[in-house]
């Protein structure tokens, strides 16, 4: 099993920044794959961006892509989302998952307000 810890959620006004961090322990060595997710209250729980653990290869939701970048320091076992150009629809609980050899694993989430 692998534990996430997600931090970097925040209030930010509209058009602003953030950076999202997950920290990774335990079987880190049998993740293939990692990604973000979020949430919003009555809604299905989202893909947001995806990244390959080897080769680095990455995936966004058309509502994201050339806002938000991934990517991933296998040698701190962290990966990071950095959201620019944020608007108030991307307003939702951030979720960091972690695909292993045995299944998903999932962090705690950290929330992400953007007000307009």
């Known amino acids: 099993q692998v534990q996430l810890v997600e931090s970097g959620g925040g209030l930010v006004q509209a058009g602003g920044s953030l950076r999202l961090s997950c920290a990774a322990s335990?079987?880190?060595?049998?993740?293939?794959?990692m990604g973000w997710f979020r949430q919003t209250p009555g809604k299905e729980r989202e893909f947001v961006t995806g990244i390959t653990w080897s080769g680095g290869a990455t995936f966004y939701a058309d509502s994201v892509k050339g806002r938000f970048t991934i990517s991933r320091d296998n040698a701190k076992n962290t990966l990071y989302l950095q959201m620019n150009n944020l608007k108030p629809e991307d307003t939702a609980v951030y979720y960091c998952?972690?695909?292993?050899?045995?299944?998903?694993?999932w962090g705690q989430g950290t929330q992400v307000t953007v007000s307009s």
């Open positions: 335990g079987r880190t060595f049998s993740i293939y794959d």
């Open positions: 998952k972690a695909t292993t050899n045995t299944g998903n694993d």
